[in-house]
């Protein structure tokens, strides 16, 4: 069955950054869209970026552009969001997210779920 395990959240001081990994198993990574997505305390659950299976083309949430960049290994079944520049609202449960595609980046679509790591943002 399909799995995803998210590692590689902390406390970072604003300007700082982290690097999420999500190791994927049960599944054929090559063949399925990434994503990463995060909750705030009170907040709904939000698309941060998402990444193709085919082409790779990838989709920033305007809050993150610029300072975050999603990657994946399908040889290694790893998948990768890099962040810089953190922010103290960027504070959040960041979460690993798979499917066949992702048309909206949007949790909505119901994609598989990992447990979420938690990246804090404060000083």
């Known amino acids: 069955q399909v799995q995803l395990v998210e590692s590689g959240g902390g406390l970072v001081q604003p300007g700082g950054s982290l690097r999420l990994s999500c190791a994927a198993s049960?599944?054929?990574?090559?063949?399925?869209?990434i994503g990463w997505f995060r909750q705030a305390p009170g907040k709904e659950r939000e698309g941060v970026s998402c990444?193709?299976?085919?082409?790779?083309?990838?989709y920033y949430a305007d809050s993150v552009k610029g300072r975050f960049t999603i990657s994946r290994d399908n040889a290694k079944n790893m998948v990768y969001l890099q962040m810089n520049s953190l922010k103290p609202e960027d504070t959040a449960r960041y979460y690993c997210a798979t499917d066949r595609q992702f048309y909206y980046c949007s949790p909505s679509e119901h994609p598989y779920w990992g447990q979420g790591t938690q990246v804090t943002v404060s000083s």
């Open positions: 049960g599944f054929t990574l090559d063949d399925y869209a």
């Open positions: 990444m193709s299976s085919g082409d790779g083309s990838t």
